[in-house]
């Protein structure tokens, strides 16, 4: 192999695929990215075993070839070369080393066989379909918060994607939850994404997708089988298993029947959670809401350290009602809103509350309160 | 007490007194911040019983008095209460608690006995001078990264302030050293410092003190004694107890024989420096210098992952020299250049490196080099 490269399209390429790889690693190849050059292109491959990205990027091919080096270490170096610098990778195929060399600077690296790495096997897709970025970002960036950390539950480890009978008819849905709280996203159904059977793409995939979606005018090419979804870029392809497991029906935890309607300008709502949960021990950041004819009170009672209190205007015409929450999942919650005013629909104090944004059936929330 | 206190200038004074407490305190009341207010100000106190801030800021004084409080907590909640906002501080004496309002925001907070807060015993001081903010922030910023980190050999860990004879006649001159690599810089000796006895600088105070010399226009009134330092603005005063021990004899170190000099622009040094560490192993970080007749190559051979080697232009006109270096020390110094030129003095490989900025002799460096 022997091609040359601009650095700032190389530092893309290989930054894309070095942050799949597994800081620690028992399988040394695991820690590599497998180079492959071809044509008037270069491609680097990474994986975890779980997740896979391919990174194609423009170069000038003199000798084709293939090998594998050091992801993070082929990183580091791209990334302390001068901007512009106009790099060359040579690998003889039987030395075991790959030369580096830009300008005045020369490294030699070591590599492995690349008949050692595991490309992940390729799979039949029952559904492809394409998406616009920011239409996933929105999915995606809306729900993750909600995934459960918790590795004994680990169909909760994920987001579960899949499709669903909404009001106005059938709709691409995203839903995560940890039990203490859940968020539904609904997005309209890409033409071909009908028959996707729904999955639960991990929490480590979510964070690798959102780098793909951050150009607004790019369509992400979507394809979905029972065991895998891919997603795809012209440049960038992402390959993850996905959890082997069954998602909760968490149609039965969304509240219908909550009537007690308080609307309240989200952002000032978040500033006043935090600021009363500041007297709160780390552990039980319990806050208490109690609500009454157009008005909020918040407080926090920590009796070590002290006691907070904050009034808020709301627009609230049902009885008086008190009721506690964890602080972070309220600010966490608050924080999703883009519009300016949150809705939030409680029952009683014992039972789950809903949030969502204005009458928008399209994103929605449910926090399970906490006794204060 | 009952204050009202602009929440800018509150969240100033506060933050700066928080900073000196420790986050994990045996002694409850060393958490705390005391508050006295009186005439047309109050003051923030904190201590860690071997540093105390004091922070004076304007207040409307409805009742004067004291109380301490958590400082932490005092600071989380100004610093979330919103841009303008008027603060009243309220303490009744008797109920051991103190009552802070902004609006509708209300907290009531904790306290502990002014009484039982621990003031630090005033002390003669021997030498009282003032030095611009400028002329200080150089002296420490360009010593401070070479003050040891090892606990054994205590009276390494800060800076040595102290009156020193150099070629121009007397300066104030800031040393640090860790055995391994050694700062020496040089200030115009100002008037009143003549007779300061040389005192070590905790690392804790310099860090703190530094937030003290932001303001170039800024006068700093600097007393010393055998046992406390004490820097003050008008509106902060920070005392530090000093290190109770003696500075090494640091002149022997400092090489004065070295003849064979290399010029080199620093930044570019620098950055060839880090890029060839990226092949070695983090523990090893040895970078080789080969200098020859004009022409310096820098390089790493680390057997796991590969080697580095890069060449850079340099005025060098002495005899072939190969010497290794721990590549984080040469960064470090390296970093210290303000001019564009570093000039480094080398004897043998096995012999301390000099290094300065050009012909200036009010900075000097010194390292050590490695077996390569």
């Given at each position: 192999m022997k091609i040359s490269i601009e650095r700032g399209t190389l530092l893309k390429a290989v930054g894309q695929a070095q942050s799949?790889?597994?800081?620690?690693?028992?399988?040394?190849?695991?820690?590599n990215v497998l180079m492959e050059a071809e044509g008037d292109s270069v491609s680097f491959r990474a994986t975890d075993l779980d997740i896979e990205v391919v990174d194609k990027a423009p170069a000038q091919v003199e000798r084709a070839g293939a090998t594998t080096v050091s992801a993070v270490t082929l990183h580091e170096i791209v990334r302390k070369l001068p901007d512009g610098a106009l790099v060359q990778l040579v690998d003889?195929?039987?030395?075991g080393k790959l030369e580096v060399t830009a300008g005045r600077s020369h490294f030699t690296l070591a590599t492995l066989p690349k008949e050692d790495f595991p490309v992940m096997a390729s799979s039949e897709y029952q559904s492809n379909f394409s998406a616009p970025a920011p239409v996933l970002r929105r999915l995606f960036d809306k729900s993750?918060?909600?995934?459960?950390?918790e590795e004994t539950r680990y169909y909760l480890n994920g987001v579960y994607m899949h499709v669903a009978e909404a009001e106005e008819g059938r709709v691409l849905r995203c839903v995560a939850t940890d039990g203490h709280r859940l968020a539904r996203i609904d997005a309209d159904l890409p033409d071909g994404a009908e028959d996707m059977p729904g999955v639960i793409v991990p929490r480590k995939t979510v964070g690798e997708l959102r780098k793909l979606l951050?150009?607004?005018d790019m369509q992400i090419a979507v394809s979905v089988s029972e065991t895998k979804i891919r997603f795809a870029t012209p440049e960038i392809t992402l390959t993850s298993k996905v959890i082997d497991g069954t998602f909760p029906d968490y149609s039965r935890v969304i509240p219908i029947g909550n009537t007690r309607q308080m609307e309240v300008d989200a952002q000032e709502f978040a500033k006043a959670v935090d600021r009363v949960a500041t007297v709160s021990s780390e552990r039980s950041r319990a806050v208490k809401l109690q609500l009454d004819e157009d008005r909020l009170v918040l407080s926090v009672n920590a009796p070590d350290s002290g006691a907070a209190e904050e009034e808020l205007a709301v627009a609230y015409g049902d009885e008086k009602l008190e009721i506690g929450f964890n602080a972070k999942y309220l600010l966490e919650i608050a924080s999703q809103?883009?519009?300016e005013n949150a809705v939030f629909l409680f029952n009683s104090a014992g039972d789950p509350t809903l949030m969502r944004e204005g009458?928008?059936?399209s994103a929605v929330y449910v926090v399970m309160p906490m006794r204060v």
């Open positions: 799949v790889v597994e800081r620690r690693n028992t399988i040394p190849i695991l820690a003889d195929g039987a030395s993750k918060f909600a995934i459960s950390t951050d150009d607004d809103v883009d519009r009458t928008d059936q």
